[in-house]
């Protein structure tokens, strides 16, 4: 089987399709979500990845067998020019969209990479783990939430956010200089919990639905 990159494009409002590079993600923005899940607060930005056969621009979730799978709704950016951001206020211009995602975590087994002090990586990169909508270009200003089965679990909002959009940028792309077409998961807030098979699943923010997925296939 060959690997066709067409797979891991990300669309735009404009209709723009851009080639996905990297998949980053920040730990523990959210002071409350840290809690939950008796965590320490950082001092300083902390990431992960996801692979790329992660990514899913789908309305349509696919569960392990036997995993026990956690929603986690999340801002996320796609990044629109290649390099390192010389500064925090420099950081914006490496924007090239805003939408809203869902990182799907394998908790038990990320609970158990945690006790042995090792990545996270094969607890979050599961096929279609990283849930990505039709990118804009507005900056999401309105609370951003997702609801299961019509339940609002999670609404929250980026000025609640420990490190910034513009901090994340600029911290992660002095560590590795960043690429057009990589997208960064900016974080959760509290209230993530476990899916279900046959699950109702919609995101959005402020009045505006922007995705509806469906729980209704368990793959290996």
Same mark, same amino acid.
């Given at each position: 089987?060959?690997?066709?990159?067409?797979?891991?494009?990300?669309?735009k409002?404009?209709?723009?399709?851009?080639?996905?590079?990297?998949?980053?993600?920040?730990?523990?923005?959210?002071?409350?979500?840290?809690?939950?899940?008796?965590?320490?607060?950082?001092?300083?930005p902390?990431?992960?990845?996801?692979?790329?056969?992660?990514?899913?621009?789908?309305?349509?979730?696919?569960?392990?067998?036997?995993?026990?799978?956690?929603?986690?709704?999340?801002?996320?950016?796609?990044?629109?020019? @290649? +390099? !390192?951001?010389?500064?925090?206020? #420099?950081?914006l211009?490496? &924007?090239?969209?805003?939408?809203?995602? $869902?990182?799907?975590?394998?908790?038990?087994?990320?609970?158990?990479?945690?006790?042995?002090?090792?990545?996270?990586?094969?607890?979050?990169?599961?096929?279609?783990?990283?849930?990505?909508?039709?990118?804009?270009?507005?900056?999401?200003?309105?609370?951003?939430?997702?609801?299961?089965?019509?339940?609002?679990?999670?609404?929250?909002?980026?000025?609640?956010?420990?490190?910034?959009?513009?901090d994340?940028?600029?911290?992660?792309?002095?560590?590795?200089?960043?690429?057009?077409?990589?997208?960064?998961f900016?974080?959760?807030? @509290? +209230? !993530?919990?476990?899916?279900?098979? #046959?699950?109702?699943?919609? &995101?959005?923010?402020?009045?505006?639905? $922007?995705?509806?997925l469906?729980?209704?296939?368990?793959?290996?």
């Amino acid at each position: 089987m060959g690997f066709d990159l067409k797979e891991y494009q990300v669309r735009k409002a404009t209709g723009e399709e851009v080639l996905v590079r990297n998949i980053y993600c920040i730990g523990r923005n959210y002071i409350e979500h840290a809690k939950e899940l008796n965590h320490s607060v950082p001092n300083e930005p902390f990431f992960f990845q996801k692979s790329l056969p992660s990514l899913n621009i789908s309305d349509k979730i696919y569960l392990p067998v036997n995993r026990e799978i956690h929603y986690e709704v999340e801002i996320v950016l796609l990044i629109g020019k @290649s +390099g !390192v951001s010389q500064s925090v206020d #420099d950081s914006l211009s490496f &924007i090239n969209g805003f939408t809203i995602g $869902i990182d799907l975590t394998d908790r038990n087994f990320q609970n158990i990479l945690k006790e042995k002090q090792l990545p996270w990586l094969l607890s979050k990169s599961f096929s279609g783990s990283a849930v990505v909508s039709e990118f804009i270009d507005e900056e999401i200003s309105d609370n951003f939430w997702i609801k299961i089965n019509g339940e609002t679990r999670q609404e929250s909002n980026y000025e609640n956010m420990l490190f910034s959009f513009q901090d994340q940028i600029h911290y992660l792309s002095n560590k590795i200089p960043l690429m057009v077409g990589d997208l960064i998961f900016t974080g959760t807030p @509290s +209230g !993530v919990g476990i899916l279900n098979k #046959d699950d109702d699943v919609e &995101i959005g923010y402020g009045e505006k639905l $922007i995705n509806s997925l469906k729980v209704n296939s368990i793959s290996n």
